[in-house]
């Protein structure tokens, strides 16, 4: 399975310090973290795992599943299952037309989705300290929608898994299918994802938030569809146009983490230069430490799972302090 994706590349490579990316490794073993790939030029040049079961067993993406939720919007544009970005989401929840309902929430649109910049008031990342009280719910997405406006939609970037949670609603509307179905056909079998599992609300809607489950490889071929513009042996799964439109960072409301685009974050290389083509790299985070990072100057894909529940940005520091010198440094000298 490994060798049919990301052929295995020696550590003598030219544009990898051999040094550094054993100190990274050995560094590992002393982490809560379950597993480690770094792809580059299309070969693997380091799989790590705690233990060998990891390698087949289906990981806990958690937030992760956020840009695979993205990646499914993209697709399901190309076809026309959905028109269009600025389509208010009341089209897909006639509730919000009710005149009881703030009439603002009327001009929440699938973009505002996207960015969480949707205006509820979520503070996912504040006093709920990331479990969304939706999980508390019967009925999530009405839970969602009745959470009042404290930002005028468009106007503020925060936090949002029940934003995500909605797009699997209006992905599950609009094609007619489930949204996990829909992901199947178009996302997962193109990707070669054969195994995966994804957890429903209470009404059948897949967990747009943190519901998917894959392999850490499995996790690696979303890295791969990006840095490729979406395409994947000749096949172009995803139009590069929506690849560009939601890695593209967009709001800075976390400094610490970096900025965000639609459902994807973003940051420098060198957090003291400019953002250009050869210093940024973008990247799906989840909870507790989950992560597929892209390095489109370095044609590079970096996957993380870890049990960092309390650090979830630890595995982010140690791709800053190991893995970029390692490369970074190495090409810089050739």
């Given at each position: 399975?490994?060798?049919?994706?990301?052929?295995?590349?020696g550590l003598?490579?030219?544009?990898?310090?051999?040094?550094?990316?054993?100190a990274f490794e050995?560094?590992?073993?002393?982490?809560?973290?379950?597993?480690?790939?770094?792809?580059?030029?299309?070969s693997?040049?380091?799989?790590y795992?705690?233990?060998?079961?990891?390698?087949?067993?289906?990981?806990?993406?958690?937030?992760?599943?956020?840009?695979?939720?993205?990646?499914l919007?993209g697709v399901?544009?190309?076809?026309?299952v959905?028109?269009?970005l600025?389509?208010?989401?009341?089209?897909?929840?006639p509730a919000l037309?009710?005149?009881s309902v703030?009439?603002?929430?009327?001009?929440?649109?699938?973009?505002?989705?996207?960015t969480?910049?949707?205006?509820?008031?979520?503070?996912?990342?504040?006093?709920?300290?990331?479990?969304?009280?939706?999980?508390?719910?019967?009925?999530?997405v009405?839970?969602?929608l009745?959470?009042?406006?404290?930002?005028?939609?468009?106007e503020?970037?925060?936090?949002?898994?029940?934003?995500?949670?909605?797009?699997?609603?209006?992905?599950?509307?609009a094609s007619?299918?489930?949204?996990?179905?829909f992901?199947?056909?178009?996302?997962?079998?193109?990707?070669?994802?054969q195994d995966?599992?994804?957890?429903t609300d209470?009404q059948g809607i897949?967990?747009?938030?943190?519901?998917?489950?894959i392999?850490t490889?499995?996790?690696?071929q979303l890295?791969?569809?990006?840095?490729?513009?979406?395409?994947?042996?000749e096949?172009?799964?995803?139009?590069?146009?929506?690849?560009q439109?939601?890695?593209?960072?967009r709001?800075l409301?976390?400094?610490?983490i970096?900025?965000?685009?639609c459902?994807?974050?973003?940051?420098?290389i060198?957090p003291?230069?400019d953002?250009?083509?050869d210093?940024?790299?973008?990247?799906?985070?989840?909870?507790?430490?989950?992560?597929?990072?892209?390095?489109?100057?370095?044609?590079?894909v970096?996957?993380f799972t870890?049990?960092?529940?309390?650090?979830?940005?630890?595995?982010?520091?140690?791709f800053?302090?190991?893995?970029?010198?390692?490369?970074?440094?190495k090409?810089?000298?050739?």
């Amino acid at each position: 399975m490994i060798s049919s994706f990301f052929p295995t590349a020696g550590l003598d490579d030219r544009q990898v310090d051999r040094e550094r990316l054993l100190a990274f490794e050995k560094r590992l073993r002393k982490e809560k973290v379950l597993s480690c790939l770094i792809i580059k030029n299309g070969s693997l040049f380091l799989e790590y795992y705690k233990n060998k079961k990891l390698a087949v067993k289906l990981q806990k993406m958690n937030s992760c599943t956020k840009s695979f939720v993205a990646t499914l919007m993209g697709v399901a544009l190309d076809q026309g299952v959905i028109s269009d970005l600025d389509t208010p989401i009341s089209e897909y929840f006639p509730a919000l037309l009710h005149k009881s309902v703030d009439p603002i929430k009327r001009s929440i649109t699938l973009y505002h989705l996207l960015t969480m910049t949707a205006g509820f008031d979520w503070p996912e990342f504040g006093e709920w300290k990331s479990f969304p009280h939706m999980f508390y719910s019967s009925d999530w997405v009405r839970f969602v929608l009745e959470r009042p406006l404290i930002h005028e939609p468009g106007e503020k970037m925060n936090y949002n898994s029940g934003c995500s949670h909605l797009l699997s609603a209006v992905l599950q509307k609009a094609s007619g299918v489930s949204t996990y179905d829909f992901a199947k056909k178009h996302l997962l079998e193109p990707l070669k994802i054969q195994d995966s599992y994804w957890y429903t609300d209470g009404q059948g809607i897949p967990n747009g938030g943190d519901g998917l489950r894959i392999t850490t490889m499995d996790m690696a071929q979303l890295g791969l569809l990006y840095l490729q513009k979406g395409q994947l042996k000749e096949k172009q799964v995803v139009s590069s146009y929506w690849i560009q439109e939601f890695i593209k960072p967009r709001f800075l409301t976390y400094e610490r983490i970096g900025s965000y685009g639609c459902h994807w974050w973003s940051a420098r290389i060198d957090p003291e230069k400019d953002w250009t083509d050869d210093n940024w790299f973008y990247f799906a985070l989840g909870f507790g430490g989950q992560y597929i990072l892209v390095v489109p100057s370095l044609e590079m894909v970096v996957v993380f799972t870890s049990e960092l529940y309390d650090q979830s940005l630890h595995p982010l520091s140690l791709f800053r302090t190991y893995v970029l010198p390692a490369i970074v440094t190495k090409t810089a000298a050739d």
